[in-house]
Nanobody, 119 residues
């Protein structure tokens, strides 16, 4: 069973940067639909960014131009570089990966890492 663990969250002032990483224990055979989601208190979980196995990335409008999604060297888990952070970016951030070697694909989620942006 694959487990994902996020790291890199923390407290930062508005305008600052953080880099989130996602590590996997276990084997992901064919990673696809790698992504980051976030959930702020009292709100639903929302998409932040996704990255497909062929390198196509998508971003929420609220983070375009500020956040960049990439993969680790093995191209199995996503990273998220967050620049020009705003207080409204405060949330728990979750990484996710689909293993498309299986049918149906298996989706894995991390437990989340807290990002707090102070004004």
């Amino acid at each position: 069973q694959v487990q994902l663990v996020e790291s890199g969250g923390g407290l930062v002032q508005a305008g600052g940067s953080l880099r989130l990483s996602c590590a996997a224990s276990g084997t992901i055979f064919r990673a696809d639909a790698m992504g980051w989601y976030r959930q702020a208190p009292g709100k639903q979980r929302e998409l932040v960014a996704t990255l497909s196995s062929d390198g196509i990335s998508k971003y929420a409008d609220s983070v375009k131009g500020r956040f960049t999604i990439s993969t680790d060297n093995a191209k199995k888990t996503p990273n998220l570089q967050m620049n020009s952070l705003k207080p409204e970016d405060t949330a728990v951030y979750y990484c996710t990966v689909q293993d498309v070697a299986y049918w149906p694909p298996r989706s894995y989620w991390g437990q989340g890492t807290q990002v707090t942006v102070s004004s």
